[in-house]
């Protein structure tokens, strides 16, 4: 394992603090919890926060800032942050219109979040929810109950975060993401696996001839291993899996992300983003919004992932609204 770092477990905090060193006057942070969140945290609206494994970045904790997250409060490598991490980074943005927790859909990250969601109610905060599970690769896996969340969070992230900074209510949120999550579906490919710092080897074997149809943002298994194809082949297979997954019209406008894992070079990414407008062409879809790059990553992994969102007039507009991250990443 070649990786540039100190004690593994280590790892998070140091890339943490690392982000709030390089923006001290627009974040702040609490170490002992993996807390990142605003410095100029409003208090006239409704707030919003989420937190997986780390090891996706930039999701999630690089996306903390005005129209995004308010907050962010990942777990080590690959795993849900503990119940007290979200609990502290929950009464960190306690406010009288309310909290938002937004959770992909793991059973870690359940667990946690349904724990901490408890004991703040118990505080007197009041919480919204919306589980996101966008993933048409496989309905269950390693860690999930049902879909698993994966990059297509970015668009629910970016929805509540532009609706927030309107004025809309935690019940309003609480609808509007579960409306964008209900048209927003995802699958992935690897081609690669990649190194935790604190395993130290690779979280799974493939072949250099071999390829993971669906695999999950953790490593987790997808539909099936086979042999490598060419990159028209696949993204057929992944265009017509998350297309045929929702009914569409022809005339219908889209949102489209090809989101590298982390190791897959931003040339193949535009090379297979090609390939998916002409898919799009060929079904009648107009894609208003593209986005090409590296969203929800795996550590190294080299693959991709295809997301497709179903746009109406609200939506359209909330993801054109803009929105100050320190580090810009939609």
């Not at 698993?148 to 609706?163: C, P, S, T």
């Not at 081609?191 to 669906?214: H, N, Q, R, W, Y």
């Not at 107009?286 to 992932?305: H, P, Q, R, W």
């Amino acid at each position: 394992m070649k990786k540039f770092m100190n004690d593994p477990a280590n790892f998070v905090k140091e890339m943490i603090e690392g982000i709030y060193l390089a923006n001290p006057d627009k974040l702040k942070c609490v170490p002992e919890y993996n807390i990142l969140y605003r410095a100029d945290m409003p208090k006239d609206k409704v707030l919003i926060m989420q937190g997986s494994g780390s090891g996706h970045e930039p999701a999630h904790i690089m996306c903390v800032g005005k129209g995004f997250l308010d907050a962010a409060c990942p777990g080590n490598v690959f795993a849900a942050p503990p119940m007290d991490y979200v609990l502290e980074c929950t009464k960190i943005l306690k406010n009288d219109k309310g909290v938002l927790h937004l959770i992909n859909n793991y059973q870690g990250d359940r667990m946690a979040w349904d724990m901490a969601k408890e004991m703040a109610e118990a505080e007197g905060i009041k919480i919204g929810v919306v589980i996101i599970d966008d993933d048409v690769s496989v309905n269950n896996s390693t860690y999930t109950v049902g879909r698993r969340g994966v990059a297509g969070n970015f668009f629910i992230i970016k929805a509540v975060g532009a609706a927030a900074e309107k004025g809309a209510s935690l019940d309003e949120l609480v609808e509007l993401g579960k409306k964008v999550n209900g048209v927003t579906r995802s699958m992935g490919i690897a081609l690669t696996s990649c190194i935790p710092p604190a395993k130290g080897s690779p979280i799974f074997d493939i072949g250099d001839d071999e390829m993971e149809v669906g695999v999950g943002i953790h490593g987790e298994p997808g539909r099936r291993r086979e042999k490598i194809k060419s990159a028209n082949e696949i993204v057929t297979e992944m265009f017509d899996a998350v297309y045929g997954d929702l009914p569409h019209e022809k005339g219908e406008r889209v949102a489209v992300m090809v989101n590298g894992l982390g190791g897959t070079p931003i040339s193949e990414l535009y090379l297979l983003y090609g390939e998916v407008a002409k898919k799009c062409q060929e079904k009648g879809l107009v894609i208003a919004k593209n986005y090409v790059g590296n969203y929800c990553t795996s550590l190294e992994m080299a693959g991709f992932s295809l997301t497709l969102v179903k746009l109406d007039k609200e939506l359209e507009g909330l993801l054109n609204d803009p929105a100050e991250i320190p580090i810009r990443v939609f």
